[in-house]
């Protein structure tokens, strides 16, 4: 191996250990504490959330937004041919997202503001934490694209409920009849530019068209529907 390619070697390494390090520090400055919203209403969220927030929680608003990105659902069946053994498959998967990669550029509801909602399982109330600790889990929205799942590019850690004394006697009372209790963790931020819509297919049942947004997390908040 010549010096040349150990030094491309080198630095492509210390680039990225730098994003990771990166990516590290951004999930760790991100808030992970914070209080319980009750609400009775979806569109009661709108009142904590920044103004011009796009609400990804029903399968129309999910629609509305893949129309803007993307225009039409791709063409599952011809894409799938014959399942994960076709030897074309991989291949039409792979130009698939090149191709909506390429004619998503520029488009400006990648910039938009969206906030998506994972499933958190809450835990009983640990007085060291001061809080209730949060687990996340995703959500699978049925769309007439497909299936969708939000992912963030860094999930957030560290989730921790801050509770009053009403939000933590309804806790308490959650917790106490299922153990662990679910809320809804809603994460708002922006698709991540270079990979902003992955397509693929479900690993649970064949065929079915899968798509995943990438977004960068920049808030959290916690809600309990009543």
Excluded at 76 to 94: A, E, I, M, N, S
Excluded at 102 to 124: D, T, Y
Aim: proline letters at 8%.
């Amino acid at each position: 191996m010549t010096d040349f390619t150990l030094r491309h070697i080198a630095l492509a390494t210390l680039c990225l250990g730098a994003l990771l390090s990166t990516l590290n520090v951004a999930a760790q400055d991100l808030n992970g504490r914070g209080p319980l919203h009750i609400v009775s209403d979806p569109a009661e969220i709108t009142a904590f959330l920044p103004p011009s927030t796009h609400l990804m929680l029903e399968p129309s608003s999910i629609e509305r937004f893949l129309d803007q990105l993307d225009e039409r659902p791709p063409d599952w069946k011809t894409v799938y041919g014959q399942g994960h053994h076709d030897p074309g498959h991989d291949d039409r998967l792979f130009a698939l997202n090149r191709e909506r990669d390429r004619r998503r550029e520029g488009n400006p509801a990648l910039s938009w503001l969206v906030a998506f909602a994972w499933i958190g399982e809450l835990s009983p109330f640990d007085p060291q934490l001061g809080g209730f600790p949060v687990a996340l889990g995703p959500k699978f929205i049925p769309t007439r694209w497909g299936v969708v799942r939000f992912k963030a590019e860094e999930p957030p850690g560290n989730l921790v409920v801050v509770a009053d004394e009403a939000s933590a006697g309804i806790l308490n009372a959650e917790s106490g009849r299922t153990l662990p209790a679910n809320i809804n963790v809603l994460m708002t931020g922006r698709l991540v530019p270079d990979e902003s819509l992955v397509y693929d297919f479900s690993h649970e049942e064949e065929g079915l068209g899968l798509i995943m947004p990438f977004v960068r997390v920049e808030q959290v908040h916690y809600v309990l529907m009543r």
